[in-house]
């Protein structure tokens, strides 16, 4: 794919990052709902348990995995290849440099990407792989049938002071990343519209604070919350 | 006022190129900043040094020749406002002005401050044109333009090419000014004939000569002197994108 990427022209390369990207935002909202039912202490755990389960086995949701995992390499080449070619336009660099623009964020997307990228690997082999692969995830059972305890996992993870706060830091990040992403993503597809960009832009500001605030708010909740003693 | 200017110097293209000072005194509020250098290069050129070589014709903001990237600020630190309508005002006595070229490997240095944009003109003739027959020029009014898209094509025709917006753009991209040009037209009746391979030639050209991509940051716009929008930009996006989907299967 390398190769060829280089190749596609800058618009199509923009838009394709921007649609992929809206896909993913689309993904953080499911994750988000799910996460939110590891709150809901009832029948230990069992509605998150069984939501992961679900969403581990179902054969829809798995078709959507391949495409998530697809999706989220293919950002990632192409924002690699986006920025090599734009670290390479200016084999010079000015002596003095005042900036001014209208995005701020824009400036760090590859800085934000890849530190939200090591948040990934470390979230996936804590969680995604251990219950795909391995034999580290307790098991408990409802009605009779087994099933992995990834709310245990989440909420022993949770109750760790250094993973929560690293936790946080990736998620600001990510805010800081969606803060540019998401208006721009309309701007790549040639969706500015004096009518709806405004609106566009405050939906991507409030984007940019929600996503990372539920997410951070779940961690919060359970490490100081006597409710989530484990 | 006495100011200490700070300037790139390269003999030739092949040259490395250095930063040079040099000291000027009695320098008027009044001049403008292009005229300042002219009074530089004037005391250079009576101590037998060498003058500054820089870029300028009309010295009214309308040519787009004129184009140096002054104290980190492509055409200096005034808004709306090309290198050569930059007065010495915005300056003040015992300061240390940095000039330095457009920076970008799609405009090498030629000599000084001096760049060579030419590939600018390799993109308009990419597609940056209308099919017309030759002859005498037709009535103007005989095809009817609503005045919003007059008046809309005509805020794109007033990108100069002065390239400002590559300067200014983190990632060298010129999309500010192929999206002015490709606007221009795509907003006249005129434009139609071309409209659907305009988009995507243009934008070929403009990858090939080695810009950079948008990151839709938006120093460009916050740069233009000619106040163009990202909103151009959006619409050669549309253009652009439109023209991919409706393009037939090439043979
Ligand atoms: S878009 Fe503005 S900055 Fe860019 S070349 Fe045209 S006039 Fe200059
Ligand atoms: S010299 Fe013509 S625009 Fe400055």
Redesign the interface.
């Known amino acids: 794919m390398g190769n060829s990427t280089f190749h596609l ?7 394709i990052m921007a649609l992929v990207g809206l896909f993913l935002v689309m993904f953080l909202l499911v994750h988000l709902g799910l996460n939110f039912t590891v709150l809901i202490l009832e029948g230990d755990r069992e509605i998150f348990n069984k939501a992961a389960h679900f969403m581990g086995t179902n054969l829809i949701v798995k078709i959507v995995e391949v495409g998530l995992f697809g999706f989220l390499i293919v950002h990632i080449i192409v924002g690699i290849v ?1 920025q090599l ?2 670290w ?16 701020f964020f ?2 760090y ?1 590859i800085h934000t990407g890849a530190l939200i990228f090591i948040f990934l690997i470390i979230h996936f082999s804590d969680f995604y792989f251990k219950a795909k692969f391995t034999d580290l995830v307790p098991l408990i059972t409802y009605d009779g049938k087994e099933y992995h305890d990834l709310g245990l996992l989440t909420l022993q993870k949770f109750k760790m002071g250094g993973f929560v706060i690293g936790y946080i830091i990736a998620f600001i990040l990510l805010g800081f990343h969606l803060n ?1 992403a998401f ?2 993503a309309f ?8 009518r709806y ?1 405004p609106f566009i832009k405050k939906v991507g500001l409030v984007i940019s604070i929600l996503i990372p605030l539920g997410f951070t708010i779940i961690p919060l909740v359970i490490y100081f919350s006597e409710a989530y003693s484990v | 006022m006495n100011i200490t200017l ?1 300037i790139w110097r390269q003999k030739d293209a092949k040259s490395k190129g250095k ?1 040079v000072i040099y000291k000027l005194n009695d320098v008027s509020e009044e001049m403008s900043f292009l005229e300042m250098l002219d009074f530089l290069n004037n005391t250079l050129i009576s101590k037998g040094e060498s003058p500054v070589a820089f870029d300028h014709d009309c010295r009214e903001g309308i040519c787009g020749s004129c184009g140096l ?1 002054i ?3 492509a055409h200096g ?1 005034a808004h709306l406002t090309t290198t050569c309508e930059l007065r010495m005002t915005k300056f003040k006595d015992g300061d240390k002005i ?1 000039i ?1 070229p457009w ?4 405009f090498p240095v030629i000599k000084d401050l001096i760049v060579d944009r030419s590939v600018f003109d390799k993109i308009m003739q990419a597609g940056g044109f209308i099919s017309a027959n030759s002859g005498a020029a037709p009535e103007a009014n005989s095809i009817p333009i609503p005045k919003d898209n007059a008046d809309a094509a005509f805020d794109a025709a007033v990108c100069i090419g002065c390239g400002a917006c590559v300067a200014a753009c ?4 010129a ?1 500010l000014f192929v999206s002015a040009k490709i606007s221009q037209f795509a907003l006249l009746p005129q434009g139609k004939t071309e409209a659907k391979e305009r988009a ?1 030639k243009m ?2 050209k ?2 090939e000569v ?10 460009c ?3 233009c002197p000619k106040g163009l929008k ?2 151009h ?9 439109t023209a ?1 989907i409706v393009a037939e299967k090439s043979t």
């Not at chain 1, 022209?9 to 838009?15: G, L, W």
């Not at chain 2, 983190?170 to 991209?173: A, D, V």
């Not at chain 2, 950079?212 to 938006?218: D, R, S, W």
């Open positions: 022209a800058s618009i199509t390369k923009k838009v986006l070619q734009n390479g336009a200016r084999p010079k660099r000015y002596k003095k440099r005042a900036t001014t623009q209208l995005s824009s400036r997307m540019h208006q721009s701007q790549s597809m040639g969706w500015n519209h004096s960009m | 700070e930063f990237y104290n980190g600020w630190p940095t330095e920076r970008s490997k799609a983190k990632n060298s991209s999309m995507r934008v070929a403009m990858d080695g810009f950079g991509n948008c990151t839709n940051t938006g120093s716009e916050t740069r990202l909103t930009i959006a619409k050669m996006n549309r253009e652009f994108i991919k």
